[in-house]
């Protein structure tokens, strides 16, 4: 599991966070994660809007949760 936070002025963490998960991923040999984005900025959407899990792929390929809050 990896967390990140999207602070204000800053990009997407997203990407960020596929590669280092991959990384932890790789060390551990585990196929699966879990990667959680913590949407700080005041120009974010509404939970409702943003809240909630999705799929995503590492960079290797591994399969990853996304939840964004």
Known sequence: ???KVWRPGAD???SEGLAQLD???D???LT???LVIFDRRPEAPSWKERGGFDQAATPS???V???RV
């Open 65 to 67: 949760t996304l939840l």
């Open 12 to 14: 997407d963490p997203k």
């Open 23 to 25: 990384r932890y991923l």
């Open 61 to 63: 390929g591994r399969q």
């Open 27 to 29: 060390r551990l040999t």
């Open 1 to 3: 599991m990896e967390l």
């Open 32 to 34: 699966t994660g879990v």
